[in-house]
């Protein structure tokens, strides 16, 4: 009976043994699911602030962008109005002086005696004649708004048909087209601005 209740307690103990490596086991893997779950749950949320971020720093670029993209069109227009005042300006210098370098003097009485238009390579020493400004081109400074802004101004000038005033010949007329062209410098993509007007040899030409 000794040895049977040995053999008891020894079986006993086993069991005992066993069923707290068991315990043992369970309640590891109760604390690994309990702290994997955490875990598992914080992934979606980080996921969802990062989304945000992305979101509300592509708001601010675009926003920073649409106000950048207003202040280049105010630019742009203020040159533009800029520009077109440096045209008609330099319009009204080249129709304050002679029809041809032949009129200079006095009227004409024959169309041979209007001189062909030739662009000239360098600036002439005197602008007094309406044919001077073929050619030429230079650089105008404006100042708008405490902006200081430059542009580039070219001048072309042609005879034109005197039946329509306005289809550039080859041969001499008593009508001259003069053309100015006007860019803003600065600019990566500038509009151009160009103005025309055609001038008459009026009483200077006598025939």
């Given at each position: 009976?000794?040895?049977?209740?040995?053999?008891?307690?020894?079986?006993?103990?086993?069991?005992?043994?066993?069923?707290?490596?068991?315990?043992?086991?369970?309640?590891?893997?109760?604390?690994?699911?309990?702290?994997?779950?955490?875990?598992?749950?914080?992934?979606?949320?980080?996921?969802?602030?990062?989304?945000?971020?992305?979101?509300?720093?592509l708001v601010?670029?675009?926003?920073?962008?649409?106000?950048?993209?207003?202040?280049?069109?105010?630019?742009?227009?203020?040159?533009?109005?800029?520009?077109?005042?440096?045209?008609?300006?330099?319009?009204?210098?080249i129709g304050?002086?002679?029809?041809?370098?032949?009129?200079?003097?006095?009227?004409i009485t024959?169309?041979?005696?209007?001189?062909?238009?030739?662009?000239?390579?360098?600036?002439?020493?005197?602008?007094?004649?309406?044919?001077?400004?073929?050619?030429?081109?230079?650089?105008?400074?404006?100042?708008?708004?405490?902006?200081?802004?430059?542009?580039?101004?070219?001048?072309?000038?042609?005879?034109?048909?005197?039946?329509?005033?306005?289809?550039?010949?080859?041969?001499?007329?008593?009508?001259?087209?003069?053309?100015?062209?006007?860019?803003?410098?600065?600019?990566?993509?500038?509009?151009?601005?160009?103005?025309?007007?055609?001038?008459?040899?009026?009483?200077?030409?006598?025939?």
């Amino acid at each position: 009976v000794p040895k049977g209740r040995m053999c008891g307690l020894g079986a006993v103990s086993v069991d005992r043994q066993w069923y707290g490596f068991w315990n043992t086991d369970v309640a590891a893997a109760s604390a690994l699911q309990d702290t994997s779950t955490p875990i598992a749950l914080s992934m979606p949320q980080s996921l969802v602030a990062v989304i945000a971020m992305a979101l509300a720093s592509l708001v601010s670029f675009q926003q920073h962008r649409s106000v950048l993209q207003q202040r280049m069109n105010a630019i742009r227009g203020n040159l533009a109005v800029s520009a077109t005042a440096v045209a008609t300006d330099k319009l009204d210098e080249i129709g304050s002086k002679a029809f041809d370098e032949s009129t200079v003097a006095g009227p004409i009485t024959s169309i041979m005696d209007l001189k062909p238009i030739v662009a000239s390579e360098m600036l002439p020493a005197v602008l007094n004649d309406v044919s001077d400004f073929h050619g030429l081109w230079q650089t105008e400074t404006r100042r708008t708004n405490d902006l200081e802004s430059s542009f580039r101004v070219e001048t072309s000038v042609s005879y034109v048909s005197e039946v329509d005033g306005a289809t550039k010949v080859a041969y001499s007329s008593r009508l001259k087209m003069v053309t100015v062209t006007v860019v803003p410098e600065g600019l990566v993509r500038p509009d151009t601005i160009r103005v025309s007007e055609v001038l008459s040899c009026a009483d200077r030409c006598r025939w």
